[in-house]
């Protein structure tokens, strides 16, 4: 996605490093379960938000599909434990 966007707006390629810093410290959520539920508690709670909306890319075998129910249903658990433990000052 930030290759194609990037051309059409004139930008170079994203690099390695870019991509792990957005992992790291931007709006990648990438990881398990729980590692994604911790940044997502994170973000909630530094800006009082109420709410938290995903983009997926659209589901095109049965497979995936229920990977990615599996990988929700387990971070929705780790979030409410996030949630319930996360300092937003961190």
Same mark, same amino acid.
């Given at each position: ?15 390695? $490093?870019?991509? =792990?810093?957005? &992992? ?14 911790? %940044?997502? $508690?994170?973000? =909630?709670?530094? &800006? ?14 049965? %497979?995936?599909?229920?990977? =990615? ?22």
């Amino acid at each position: 996605m930030f290759g194609r966007i990037g051309r059409e707006r004139g930008w170079g390629p994203t690099t390695k $490093a870019q991509y =792990l810093n957005e &992992v790291q410290h931007g709006s990648l959520y990438v990881g398990t379960p729980e590692t994604v539920a911790k %940044k997502i $508690a994170y973000a =909630l709670k530094s &800006v009082g938000a109420q709410r938290f909306d995903f983009k997926l890319l659209s589901c095109m075998q049965q %497979k995936l599909c229920q990977w =990615l129910k599996n990988l929700w249903q387990s971070s929705w658990s780790n979030l409410k434990f996030a949630l319930a433990h996360t300092d937003s000052a961190n």
